[in-house]
């Protein structure tokens, strides 16, 4: 529809259980975040039909904050509740700003798909604590056939969280501006029943740009001590 100009205005016209089709391009600009905390998010869908937010073309379409904005922030605590019944195909998320935000941050959600999706860039000051894709306090979700690549240290994180399953997902490590702190391709960070199924980490190949990175722990990374005994996941 040519009258739709941003995300915000296709969102607010869904409902549950329809599909959005992203034309071929560069999304920039603050409405065409999913962000909670100002209200532009898809409505839910249900178990028998989810809400689909896809690629017309899969991997044409990046949503890039231009180091100013952080362009998938989805905490179900800033007021809607969780995310639930939405699948994402096809589409690549680049970094907001440089300050510790995320490619894509989903937390506190359940039954979301990511099919085919790339995240790119993470935070690079150094201190932050980002990652390409981070999954936490959510339940039920799948990331299947994703792709993670750049900055961030960690690629994929699941952080306190129960029923995720990473499938046929690739990771490389490219670069990190971080101090003192663990970095991997996948984290399992306190989290019980989570699967990685056929994943791959690739390493990158640019160490000297690997910048404060005295702990650089591992492609599979399953942090002890962190609320989980780590007894019910499969890496």
């Known amino acids: 529809n040519e009258n739709i100009r941003s995300f915000r205005d296709a969102f607010s016209r869904m409902s549950s259980g329809d599909t959005l089709i992203i034309r071929d391009g560069v999304y920039t600009g603050s409405d065409n975040r999913i962000n909670a905390g100002v209200g532009i998010y898809p409505p839910d869908g249900s178990a028998g039909q989810y809400t689909t937010i896809k690629a017309e073309n899969e991997g044409n379409v990046l949503i890039d904050g231009n180091g100013e904005s952080w362009m998938f922030i989805y905490y179900g605590n800033m007021g809607p509740g ?82 995720i399953i990473f499938r046929r997902c690739v990771t490389r490590f490219d670069w990190v501006c971080n101090e003192a702190r663990p970095k991997a391709g996948f984290s399992i960070y306190g989290s019980d029943n989570v699967r990685v199924q056929n994943c791959i980490a690739i390493d990158g190949d640019t160490r000297s740009l690997w910048l404060n990175s005295d702990q650089a722990d591992a492609a599979f990374y399953t942090p002890q001590g962190s609320g989980s005994d780590a007894s019910n996941n499969v890496v």
């Open 82 to 163: 969780p995310m639930q019944y939405v699948q994402f195909e096809g589409i690549k998320w680049r970094n907001g700003s440089a300050d510790k935000n995320d490619a894509a941050t989903l937390h506190g959600s359940n039954h979301v798909k990511f099919i085919r999706c790339g995240f790119v860039d993470a935070g690079s000051m150094a201190g932050g604590n980002s990652v390409c894709l981070g999954i936490s306090e959510c339940s039920d979700i799948l990331i299947e056939e994703c792709y993670a690549w750049g900055g961030g240290r960690y690629k994929f994180l699941a952080w306190h969280s129960n029923n």
